[in-house]
C-alpha cells in the first residue's frame, strides 16, 4: 500500500496544503487544497473519493477538481460519505450559487460526481483492492475515520477528532494496526480551545494512546500555522517511548 500525503495542515500558507491523501492512483482520502498539487492527468485518474466530514478544508478542493475534469473524464468520479456530510456540501458548496452542482451535469443520468452514502462499520473494497472501512470518530460535525486494509498490513486515519472510547473500541477490534494517522492541532497551553473545537493536544493525545492495545506507528497531522514547532516540542515529552513523526506535504506513507 501506497499513500501519498498531498496536504496535512491544519490551515493554508507557503508550503502548506489541507487534508488530501492519494492511496494508490484511483482514490483520494478528504480533498482539501492538496488536491491542487495532482496534474490534471493525475486528477483524471481518481475513480472515487472518501471524505470524512463536510469542514472547509477537508472538501473545498473537491470542487475546483469537478470544474477541471468537466470536459476530460467520461465517467463519474464516485463521492462516499456521511448523509451528514453529503447533505452539508450539496446545501452549502454545490447549490448553484457558490459552485455549479456536478451531481447533475453534465446530466442526471451521467453526472461529474456522484455521491454515495457510507455509514460507520461499512466496509468497501477501493479501486486498488483495499477494504476500506468508516468508522465513528467525536468532532464538531458528524465525522469519520477510514481504516484501509491490505495484505501487508492497515493504515488507519482518524480525520479530525476528539478523545472519545468509541475511537478506542474500534482500533483494537482491528485485527493488526500497523500506521496511526491522527490529529493533533493545538500545543497544550490551548486546551479549553481544542476541547470546543474537538482536536487533540500533545498530553491529551499522550494520555489517550494508552488505551491502545496495538503498537503503531503514529503519523501526526493537522498541526495549525504557527503551532508546529511548540507541537513538535511538546511531543517529544508526551509521546515518550512511541514511534512517531509529524508529516508533511508530500511525505509517502507505505505499507
Same mark, same amino acid.
Given at each position: 500500500m501506497r499513500i501519498k500525503v498531498l496536504g496535512c495542515s491544519g490551515g493554508v500558507g507557503p508550503g502548506l496544503r489541507t487534508t488530501s491523501l492519494l492511496v494508490g492512483d484511483e482514490t483520494l482520502i478528504d480533498a482539501g487544497t492538496g488536491v491542487g498539487d495532482l496534474s490534471l492527468e493525475q486528477q483524471a485518474r481518481i475513480r472515487q473519493i472518501f471524505l470524512t466530514h463536510s469542514h472547509l478544508d477537508h472538501v473545498c478542493g473537491l470542487a475546483f477538481m469537478a470544474d477541471n475534469l468537466f470536459d476530460l473524464i467520461e465517467r463519474p468520479v +464516485?463521492?462516499? #460519505?456521511?448523509?451528514?456530510?453529503?447533505?452539508?456540501?450539496?446545501?452549502?458548496?454545490?447549490?448553484?450559487?457558490?459552485?455549479?452542482d456536478f451531481s447533475v451535469l453534465p446530466n442526471e443520468q451521467n453526472p461529474l460526481l456522484a455521491f454515495s452514502t457510507i455509514e460507520p462499520g461499512?466496509?468497501?473494497?477501493?479501486?486498488?483492492?483495499? +477494504?476500506?472501512? #468508516?468508522?465513528?470518530v467525536l468532532h464538531t460535525v458528524p465525522a469519520v475515520g477510514y481504516a484501509v486494509e491490505a495484505e501487508?498490513?492497515?493504515?488507519?486515519?482518524t480525520g479530525d477528532t476528539y478523545a472519545n472510547e468509541g475511537l478506542w473500541t474500534f482500533l483494537n477490534s482491528?485485527?493488526?494496526?500497523?500506521k496511526l494517522m491522527i490529529e493533533i492541532a493545538f500545543p497544550n497551553e490551548d486546551d479549553e480551545l481544542a476541547e470546543a473545537s474537538k482536536h487533540f493536544t500533545p498530553v491529551l493525545l499522550g494520555r489517550e494512546l494508552h488505551k491502545l492495545r496495538h503498537k503503531p506507528q503514529i503519523l501526526l497531522t493537522h498541526h495549525?500555522?504557527?503551532?508546529?514547532?511548540?507541537?513538535?516540542?511538546?511531543?517529544r515529552k508526551e509521546l515518550a517511548g512511541w514511534d512517531y513523526r509529524h508529516l508533511k506535504r508530500?511525505?509517502?506513507i507505505e505499507i
Open positions: +464516485k463521492v462516499w #460519505a456521511t448523509a451528514e456530510t453529503l447533505s452539508a456540501i450539496k446545501e452549502h458548496i454545490f447549490n448553484w450559487k457558490i459552485w455549479p461499512q466496509s468497501l473494497t477501493s479501486a486498488d483492492h483495499y +477494504k476500506l472501512t #468508516a468508522f465513528k501487508r498490513g492497515t493504515f488507519v486515519f482491528l485485527p493488526r494496526l500497523d495549525k500555522p504557527g503551532y508546529e514547532q511548540i507541537i513538535e516540542t511538546e511531543c508530500g511525505d509517502l
